[in-house]
């Protein structure tokens, strides 16, 4: 989240109610409802928001060399109510991350350990030490912990995850990713997790389909009882089975989800 301008108040302003609403919900870009805009530092340019300078300053148009993010932190004088007029530049104002939101409804609260400020309420989250970053608190007791879980792009879109304004969920294996993300690879009926190929959700009913399909089909003389070698996506257990035209199943979780480490035909593996 981001900063503000050169802003400053005096304490006659604040007793002026309608001075500190005026133009309430009125202003802001598609990123944030806010009544200010910031100077950025690096380029001495005007923007709603952090966001839409980086993407004006990183879209394909701009010469690879002159792309750039904002150093939001060094945008300097922020206060949140205007010493000329009390004016109030957004509802919710951290002077630590030099950000304004008019839009309160997103219960904004500050990370110290984060550094940056997040949404949904302080109350609902907590801290991970070692994910470095912060989960519902429903994830407290349950959740598999992976170094600096959210410091990486997101792999399907590729946009930087810790600081995304964008819904992001935890994946039973630790790894994140955006909501939209995982919602585009049901759509394409892709249900592995794209960083280390766990399975991320139920899977049983489409084992059992693959159970009928492989008992329905026949396999040539040439390849009955021809052994090779796989390795679980899901459990991480090696095994060596009758291979199979339609799919290897795991003999330690009836997982499906596998690929093939050695034996012949090399030209064979399996997976979803």
């Known amino acids: 989240m981001e900063s503000g301008v050169e802003l400053g108040m005096s304490n006659s302003c604040y007793e002026d109610a309608s001075k500190l609403d005026l133009g309430f919900g009125?202003?802001?870009?598609?990123?944030?409802?806010?009544?200010?805009?910031?100077?950025?530092?690096?380029?001495?340019?005007?923007?709603?928001?952090?966001?839409?300078?980086?993407?004006?300053?990183?879209?394909?148009?701009?010469?690879?060399?002159?792309?750039?993010?904002?150093?939001?932190?060094?945008?300097k004088r922020i206060q949140q109510y205007c010493i000329q007029c009390g004016v109030c530049m957004g509802k919710y104002f951290c002077s630590k991350c030099n950000f304004f939101d008019d839009d309160?409804?997103?219960?904004?609260?500050?990370?110290?350990?984060?550094?940056i400020c997040r949404t949904g309420g302080e109350k609902n989250f907590f801290h991970c030490n070692r994910c470095g970053c912060c989960y519902s608190i429903l994830l407290k007791d349950s959740h598999n912990c992976v170094e600096r879980?959210?410091?990486?792009?997101?792999?399907?879109?590729?946009?930087?995850?810790?600081?995304?304004?964008?819904?992001?969920?935890?994946?039973?294996?630790?790894?994140?990713?955006h909501l939209e993300c995982v919602k585009q690879m049901k759509r394409h009926f892709q249900y592995a997790c794209p960083v280390c190929s766990k399975s991320y959700c139920d899977m049983s009913c489409v084992w059992e389909k693959l159970d009928q399909e492989v008992a329905s089909t026949p396999m040539p003389q040439i390849y009955q009882n021809?052994?090779?070698?796989?390795?679980?996506?899901?459990?991480?257990?090696?095994?060596?089975?009758?291979?199979?035209?339609?799919?290897?199943?795991?003999?330690?979780?009836?997982?499906?989800?596998?690929r093939q480490t050695r034996g012949s035909p090399t030209s064979c593996s399996s997976g979803f």
């Open 26 to 75: 009125h202003f802001g870009c598609s990123h944030y409802r806010r009544r200010c805009k910031i100077r950025a530092p690096c380029c001495d340019e005007i923007f709603d928001c952090r966001h839409c300078h980086n993407e004006s300053k990183n879209s394909m148009e701009v010469n690879p060399l002159d792309r750039h993010d904002v150093p939001r932190h060094e945008l």
């Open 226 to 258: 021809k052994m090779i070698w796989i390795l679980c996506n899901d459990c991480g257990e090696k095994s060596e089975v009758i291979f199979h035209i339609v799919a290897q199943k795991c003999m330690r979780c009836n997982s499906y989800n596998t």
């Open 104 to 115: 309160v409804s997103k219960q904004q609260y500050h990370c110290d350990e984060c550094g």
């Open 149 to 177: 879980a959210m410091h990486h792009n997101c792999p399907v879109c590729f946009e930087f995850l810790f600081d995304t304004t964008k819904d992001i969920t935890v994946l039973p294996c630790g790894h994140t990713i």
